[in-house]
């Protein structure tokens, strides 16, 4: 997929570029990203919209995988930036993006990162709670400013992915819940407060998701309160955000539906409802991470030790694991993979492909079909470029890998590989024992 191809060498080439040469130069593991395919992917969300003449904002969920050279790609292609923290937002501002186009989410924001934030002119804050809702106001005043908000809300719905990445339901940590007053009195308070200007409402479903059906009952419960609000407070939203969630193809058992047409069927339920409520219609944002980063990444591995359990199953170890990809421990999630340095090789096994951390949950893949490997072959794990490199971890302190990008044959190192000396950095030897 994407600029992926088999070269004449038999080697997995990305981007016009030698996944093994990268992976000799660079070191492993090593992450690579497809540059034209995030292009591909940003482009086809935005032009769903602009065929619609629907006004939109894409904005893209940095926690997907958020470093300098990455927003600055987000901002070459104009996409918004949807950040959760003062980690995020102070990458994000290092980069260079434009405040007025950044977004600020989270349950949890403390005053200071809200202070960064107001300090800064981030455009819009997606408040998420009560508490927030009272710092916020406080702080605006304090910094004579009016914050642009939209208020979390929590639609429940359940939607059919992974429970840890279930945001919608009622039993939620996140957003005014929408349907017992909550979201009510958020808006009561937001519309008093003379410091914040209330933009619309916001609501993300969950991650990884393959139907439709959630975001159009989504947009239906939203419209519906809509329509109370228009009513009860006058007030009509300028912007309606459905949040992320689109799902991607990791494996073959993956399903998804193009980027375009989830955004066909929000549009077209945002303009029924529309009608029905008598309403402008609303600019329509959505904060898409995975599908914008996922299947552009790919990380490349060094295939060292194997063991083999007899009439169960051989074990092939790789230098990295849990501490770069812990998505298969903690979702059970599931990844292709091929040898990149032997990719016409047809003689294949299958195998299980284990990490190198202390922990039997560390395995990346358990049964993968893989031509016979040996110490020093490269194993290519493709779509990881989602939650890979922005939840890796320094667990049994694995330095954590590098990241390239690769585009039109040129390869470009954006992340360095972690030394052990980075990984001591912060660490304050105890004081020197005085004899007595
Ligand atoms: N907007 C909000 C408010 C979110 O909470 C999220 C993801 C997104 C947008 C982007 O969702 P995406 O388009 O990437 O699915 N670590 C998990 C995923 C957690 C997602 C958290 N929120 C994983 O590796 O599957």
């Not at 106001?137 to 059919?160: C, M, N, W």
């Amino acid at each position: 997929h994407g600029t992926s191809r088999v070269n004449d060498k038999g080697h997995l080439e990305i981007g016009g570029v030698d996944a093994v040469e990268l992976a000799k130069e660079y070191g492993t593991p090593l992450y690579i990203y497809d540059v034209a395919l995030i292009r591909q992917r940003a482009r086809a969300f935005k032009e769903a919209f602009e065929k619609h003449g629907v006004k939109a904002q894409v904005a893209y969920a940095s926690k997907a995988f958020s470093t300098m050279a990455m927003i600055q790609l987000v901002e070459e292609e104009g996409l918004s930036l949807d950040v959760v923290s003062g980690g995020e937002l102070y990458t994000a501002l290092k980069a260079g993006f434009p405040p007025a186009r950044i977004h600020f989410h989270g349950n949890n924001k403390s005053r200071d990162e809200l202070a960064m934030a107001l300090e800064h002119g981030v455009g819009c804050i997606v408040v998420d709670n009560f508490y927030e809702l009272e710092l916020l106001d406080d702080l605006s005043k304090q910094y004579g400013v009016t914050t642009f908000i939209l208020l979390r809300v929590t639609p429940g719905i359940e939607a059919h992915t992974h429970d840890y990445i279930l945001t919608g339901q009622e039993d939620s940590k996140f957003g005014f819940d929408l349907n017992n007053g909550q979201a009510d009195e958020a808006l009561e308070k937001a519309l008093a407060s003379a410091s914040l200007h209330v933009l619309g409402l916001h609501c993300h479903i969950g991650s990884q998701i393959f139907e439709t059906t959630g975001f159009v009952l989504a947009a239906q419960k939203i419209f519906k309160k809509i329509g109370s609000w228009k009513e009860k407070y006058k007030f009509v939203p300028e912007v309606v955000n459905l949040g992320g969630g689109f799902g991607i193809r990791y494996t073959s058992e993956d399903d998804p539906i193009p980027a375009a047409m989830y955004v066909e069927q929000i549009i077209q339920e945002v303009k029924k409802q529309v009608i029905e409520m008598d309403i402008t219609m609303p600019e329509i944002w959505i904060e898409p991470g995975r599908s914008l980063v996922g299947d552009a990444g790919t990380t490349i591995y060094s295939i060292g030790s194997q063991k083999e359990v007899p009439n169960v199953r051989k074990y092939v170890a790789v230098d990295g694991g849990m501490s770069d990809n812990i998505r298969p421990a903690l979702y059970e999630a599931k990844y292709e993979a091929v040898l990149a340095n032997r990719m016409l090789d047809e003689n294949e096994e299958v195998v299980a492909i284990a990490g190198k951390c202390c922990e039997s949950g560390d395995m990346l893949i358990w049964d993968l079909p893989l031509p016979k490997a040996e110490a020093g072959d490269y194993l290519a794990v493709f779509c990881t470029g989602a939650y890979g490199y922005s939840m890796a971890n320094n667990y049994n302190r694995i330095p954590r890998p590098a990241v390239v990008f690769v585009e039109n044959g040129e390869a470009q190192l954006v992340v360095k590989r972690e030394t052990y000396e980075d990984l001591v950095r912060l660490d304050v030897p105890l004081k020197a024992k005085v004899n007595k």
